[in-house]
């Protein structure tokens, strides 16, 4: 129930700036969202998105600009207003309390009650019927969220907003942490909120799924709208170009690298969170992209790998000798480095510097006499920071002020710079702008150039073929079918990745690394 | 201002924050005419320094376990214990010397036993530590057959003396001892390997494994290093009191963790330093030496120390999110 061009928008934002300090976070930025119409929010990082919806939400307060509402002047003096005038974030790290159950959580803040005490009855019923309208009415209403999954924490968390009557609907990088079932299903939630008049502001960087689930768009660089239009016609390159400001001639550069003779061979490796043993060998300059629904072992399998798990069973045996030590440590000793895929919770200690995040695997160089000399570290990290062209002040500045995709390189060159030979990868672009992506990918290219062996591991199709040599499918917990990249199709690895086998698309045929 | 003065001046701000504190204290009983005929003098500021001797040396092993992401509540408990069994071993004839490390080894095997449960039973510090609190002082109350443990007067009881021998020391030797252990322990936090994985245990664990950090590791050295530091503490309190007591030193360990958070150590562990530790003890002990001095009674001094752990760290949050 889109309403016509003519209709008055349910939000406008005009003219809305924003300064931090000497940065212009929002330069002027316009923006138009009609009743019951998804649109998204297209930018790299850093492009000012978040600001944009802070101050949507009324959690920064705008240095000039204006904000309606069905017509009506909105000016929020925080979140809580902005809530009450209809505006509900869903945002990327899910906000509901892991021990309360799925309707106290829905309803929190929103209790029905007579003179304080509960009243459970209409709470059940009217959580019911709002988790009817996200066509997830077989939640369980008296179990712990946290032993919920993330697709269905997520469920919980818009349901919450609609009990909230909220009109619109901020939806930030929903899909990041879900896997491909999960995604399919929030994207009918999504079709269906637009049935019940809601508004949904979606932003992503898997521009194929904007392509699919929005009406329109907006794109937002250096923080201006720079280009807006209906989804429909309009070329995914075109809107690439807009966010980038400049011809992406290549997304996924190609780098030339030949296989060598195998480096890595695990043979019937048990984790114990791993469902059954696996069994793979990579070999010196190549790629193995991994494909995969989440909880199917991919990121299980590298856990145990190296040492993060607690590993049953199994060899694992790289450049010929048999690794036997448990821990992480041992295995950085023989080589092993992993990029873990939460790089916020893991992979990065946030409210460190960038030398002590990049250096911390290997301390060694940096040491005279026993001491540490702080000013050597700097200066390591500084050669890196210079490397993989990461954006920050210096190596002394905090890792959480950086953004996600320079938070990733960050990540990756502590591998590099622990000159790691064997690279477990676990979701390295999730979450990160489209120019540090093509940067990462051109990392991994020229890593397999030099001779090192890759595991990739990731849930974005397009990249997985791009990328990889050889592509190994897990479903269920095991490895259940690896061919040749060039061997494989999107259709095809969904179809092994969702059924567990897939149909022959083409003979496969060894590719040559060219 | 531009960032970069900004930045400049907030790294001043960091680094003297806990300074001024210090000195708005000394400042206040300073201008207070009743006392600071004798606040001022020398001889009060070495018997402060002697009074802050036993917190301070607690303080300075509990700074390495807040910065790991730990607590340790056994530590006045451990202390008691300590004196008790230095003060067993005089009595029962030890040398003195062996008397001294025997009370530093019982608070090493504490803190190691601590860290050994923290890290093999995966359990949370705080339940460790809150156990091992009364499996402490239960045993100190054992062996010293649950009362006061007479020792004959040996040279250990001078470590605590206000006026040392020989004079040129000027200050009790237990507190050039702090003063030697706390520039060691700050060296060492800032500029080794083992300081380093300190501070990545306490800001992120998981990244300090995914780093290759021997994580268990360096959390048993913490806390065994951290009762060793107890230890000390205890044979201070033995040589103060020439008996070993074994209810000595209740609720002190609150006293050891106030300490740290108002020298800016967090309790999410990741940030803390020896120098806002030494800081936070002598803010306390001039507190409570103006206080007596005024003739206030004990429970003003409590609700005042209490005051400033607030307001010690409502000003370090105020800080952090400046930047």
């Excluded at chain 1, 309403?3 to 300090?21: E, T």
Aim: hydrophobic share 45%; proline share 4%; aromatic share 6%.
């Amino acid at each position: 129930m889109t309403d016509g061009p003519g209709a008055p928008p349910v939000l406008r934002m005009a003219g809305v700036s924003k300064s931090f300090g000497a940065t212009r976070a929002l330069d002027d930025v316009s923006f138009e969202l009609r009743r019951g119409e998804v649109h998204a929010l297209i930018g790299e990082n850093g492009a000012g998105k978040s600001t944009m919806m802070k101050v949507l939400s009324g959690a920064v307060v705008p240095d000039a600009g204006r904000m309606e509402i069905d017509g009506r002047p909105y000016v929020p003096s925080g979140p809580l207003d902005g809530l009450r005038s209809g505006v509900a974030m869903i945002y990327q790290e899910l906000t509901l309390a892991p021990h309360m159950t799925v309707e106290e959580n829905v309803c929190l803040g929103r209790e029905v009650h007579a003179g304080g005490w509960l009243d459970r009855e209409s709470m059940r019923r009217k959580v019911r019927e709002t988790l009817e309208l996200v066509r997830h009415p077989e939640l369980p209403l008296d179990v712990p969220i946290g032993r919920l999954s993330v697709g269905a924490k997520q469920v919980v968390e818009i349901a919450r907003a609609l009990l909230n009557k909220s009109r619109i609907l901020v939806m930030d990088e929903p899909t990041s942490s879900l896997a491909l079932e999960d995604s399919q299903r929030l994207f009918e939630i999504v079709r269906g909120l637009k049935d019940q008049g809601v508004s949904v502001i979606y932003i992503s960087h898997f521009l194929e799924e904007v392509q699919r689930v929005a009406d329109r768009f907006t794109v937002l660089r250096d923080g201006r709208s720079v280009g807006a239009g209906t989804m429909a016609g309009t070329r995914l390159e075109a809107i690439i170009q807009l966010m980038v400001g400049r011809e992406l001639t290549e997304l996924i550069p190609r780098v030339e690298h030949a296989v060598g003779e195998p480096v890595l061979a695990v043979d019937g490796l048990k984790g114990r969170r791993m469902a059954a043993p696996v069994s793979l060998s990579v070999a010196k300059g190549e790629i193995l992209g991994i494909a995969g629904l989440i909880g199917s072992g991919r990121t299980e399998t590298l856990r145990a790998l190296f040492g993060l798990d607690e590993v049953e069973g199994g060899t694992i045996v790289v450049s010929g000798a048999a690794l036997r030590g448990r821990a992480p440590w041992t295995r950085i000793r023989r080589g092993l480095g992993l990029l873990s895929e939460d790089r916020q919770g893991e992979g990065l200690a946030l409210n460190l510097s960038i030398a002590d995040n990049l250096t911390l695997s290997d301390l060694a160089p940096y040491r005279r006499l026993g001491l540490l000399r702080p000013a050597l570290q700097r200066r390591g990290a500084a050669d890196w920071i210079g490397r993989l062209q990461i954006k920050a002040r210096g190596p002394a500045q905090k890792v959480g002020d950086l953004s996600g995709g320079n938070q990733q390189k960050v990540a990756l060159a502590r591998l590099l710079h622990q000159k790691a030979s064997v690279f477990l990868l676990d979701e390295p672009t999730r979450g990160i702008d489209v120019v540090s992506k093509s940067q990462i990918y051109e990392w991994i290219g020229l890593l397999a150039r030099e001779g090192k062996a890759v595991l990739f591991v990731s849930s974005y199709l397009p990249e997985l073929l791009g990328v990889s040599d050889t592509i190994a499918v897990f479903h269920r917990g095991a490895r259940v079918e690896s061919r040749p990249a060039a061997a494989w199709d999107a259709a095809s690895l969904m179809a092994a990745a969702t059924v567990g086998r897939a149909p022959r698309a083409e003979p496969p045929s060894p590719r040559s690394a060219a | 201002m531009s960032p970069k003065r900004r930045a400049r001046l907030s790294q001043a701000l960091n680094f003297f924050g806990p300074f001024i504190g210090l000195l708005l204290v000394i400042a206040l009983f300073a201008l207070i005419p009743e006392v600071q005929g004798r606040f001022l003098r020398f001889a009060n500021f070495k018997s402060v320094a002697t009074q802050s001797v036993i917190v301070a040396l607690g303080a300075l092993g509990m700074t390495l376990i807040i910065i790991s992401g730990g607590i340790d509540l056994s530590a006045a408990s451990n202390i008691a214990l300590s004196s008790v069994i230095a003060a067993y071993a005089v009595n029962a004839g030890a040398a003195p010397l062996v008397a001294l490390l025997l009370g530093v080894a019982t608070g090493g095997l504490v803190g190691l036993a601590n860290g050994s449960l923290v890290t093999r039973l995966r359990l949370v510090p705080f339940i460790v530590t809150l156990g091992m609190m009364g499996i402490a002082r239960g045993a100190g109350k054992w062996i010293a057959g649950n009362q006061k443990i007479d020792a004959p007067m040996t040279w250990i009881n001078d470590l605590m003396a206000k006026s040392p021998r020989p004079s040129w020391l000027l200050l009790a030797p237990g507190v050039w001892i702090v003063i030697v252990f706390a520039v060691v322990l700050a060296v060492a936090l800032r500029s080794t390997v083992f300081g380093r994985h300190i501070f990545a245990v306490g800001s992120n664990e998981a990244t300090a494994r995914l780093c290759g950090i021997r994580t268990d590791r360096v959390k048993v050295l913490v806390y065994a290093l951290a009762g060793l530091f107890c230890g000390l503490s205890g044979v201070m309190e033995f040589s103060r009191l020439t008996v070993g007591d074994p209810t000595v030193a209740v609720g002190l360990e609150l006293d050891i963790i106030a300490a740290v958070v108002i020298g800016g150590g967090s309790l999410n562990g990741g940030e803390g330093s020896i120098l806002g530790t030494m800081i936070g003890v002598l803010i306390m002990s001039f507190l409570r030496n103006g206080c007596t001095m005024m003739g206030w009674p004990n429970y003003i001094q409590e609700i005042i120390i209490g005051a400033i752990i607030v307001v010690a760290v409502t000003l370090d949050r105020l800080r952090h999110r400046k930047e």
